[in-house]
């Protein structure tokens, strides 16, 4: 069964980074794209950022120039450095992937990681 698991999230004050990481496991064949996005209480999940297999990378204007996205392809891992925080990054982060496996045949998954709290105080 394919897994994503997310990590380093906490409270930070505003200005201040931190740097979440998201690792697959599983029987996983390819994982295109991979990347985070983003809940804040009483609003609907957006995009941060995405990356493909061969670097190609795509950022919600709200976050360019301060987060980035970087992958580790032979780990099956995501990495996302944020920068420069402000209270209104403040979101439960979710790693989000295109996972192809085989289950009798082969097939593409969308899969979600369980989610990592980010509270960026002022």
């Known amino acids: 069964q394919v897994q994503l698991v997310e990590s380093g999230g906490g409270l930070v004050q505003a200005g201040g980074s931190l740097r979440l990481s998201c690792a697959a496991s599983?029987?996983?064949?390819?994982?295109?794209?991979m990347g985070w996005f983003r809940q804040a209480p009483g609003k609907q999940r957006e995009l941060v950022a995405t990356m493909t297999s061969r670097g190609v990378t795509n950022y919600t204007d709200s976050v360019k120039g301060r987060f980035t996205i970087s992958r580790d392809n032979a780990e099956k891992t995501v990495y996302l450095q944020m920068n420069s925080l402000k209270p209104d990054d403040t979101a439960v982060y979710y790693c989000?992937?295109?996972?192809?496996?085989?289950?009798?045949?082969?097939?593409?998954?969308?899969?979600w990681g369980q989610g990592t709290l980010v509270t960026v105080s002022s």
């Open positions: 599983g029987s996983i064949l390819s994982i295109n794209p």
């Open positions: 989000n992937a295109r996972v192809g496996v085989i289950d009798g045949g082969y097939r593409i998954l969308e899969v």
